[in-house]
């Protein structure tokens, strides 16, 4: 019998079609493959940062919370200082001793920002599509850097009122192995410098106002959070 030219060819015909498109295909599907591979890797390079910050940004929120317990404890003492500063044997013992050496403190205060400082480093920032969210996080962080100014900035005012109202009566009192803390105040409070030492406490803290700061850190939180789990 002859062959059938016409099926054979059109069979070899149809066979290179078929492994035309198989070759066609595999290129499509690497190609497409590595560039979603790409994307999946992008995208949780991403969210692997924003977890970070999100981490951050709640370690930092108790930082704030300590640097507000400090300075309210600060205030608290300077308003009861100079509350009994014409006679301290008036003051309940157990409060003085407990406020006596509060304004004395010259603390110091800092964040963490190494997780903020690898979004922008990295590139992942430009990677966010909600530009609303990358803008508040840089905002977040501002913030942070205005509370940690204000904190320094209280300590070193408060250290130009100090150093005065420290004079030689105060500094041969405090040489001393033992005192009492209403005999530290009374001889602090009784020159100006000392009286102007606590007012200069008071008016300084009664300024700041740190909830913008808390509640922009708290939102970002919450849009972090939100943006890697949708």
Request: with cysteine.
């Amino acid at each position: 019998m002859k062959p059938d030219m016409k099926k054979e060819h059109k069979d070899l015909r149809n066979a290179f079609i078929l492994n035309f498109l198989a070759v066609v295909l595999g290129i499509i599907i690497t190609f497409g493959g590595n560039a979603i591979i790409e994307r999946n890797k992008e995208a949780r390079n991403l969210n692997s940062c924003l977890e970070l910050v999100s981490s951050e940004l709640k370690e930092d929120l108790k930082w704030i919370d300590y640097g507000d317990s400090l300075l309210g404890r600060q205030v608290e003492a300077a308003d009861f200082l100079a509350r009994y500063e014409n006679d301290y044997s008036k003051a309940p013992a157990d409060s003085l001793r407990m406020m006596a050496n509060e304004p004395l403190f010259i603390c110091e205060l800092s964040f963490y920002t190494d997780a903020f400082e690898l979004l922008k480093n990295s590139g992942v920032l430009a990677k966010i599509d909600d530009q609303e969210l990358a803008l508040e996080i840089f905002q977040a962080y501002g913030h942070m850097r205005d509370y940690l100014t204000f904190f320094k900035m209280f300590h070193e005012h408060k250290k130009q009122y100090l150093e005065p109202a420290m004079n030689a009566k105060v500094t041969d009192l405090l040489a001393k192995d033992e005192f009492g803390a209403g005999e530290l105040w009374s001889l602090i409070s009784s020159s100006k410098e000392g009286k102007q030492f606590l007012r200069e406490i008071q008016r300084f803290l009664y300024m700041y106002n740190d909830s913008e700061t808390v509640a922009s850190i708290k939102s970002t939180i919450d849009r972090i959070d939100a943006y890697i789990g949708r």
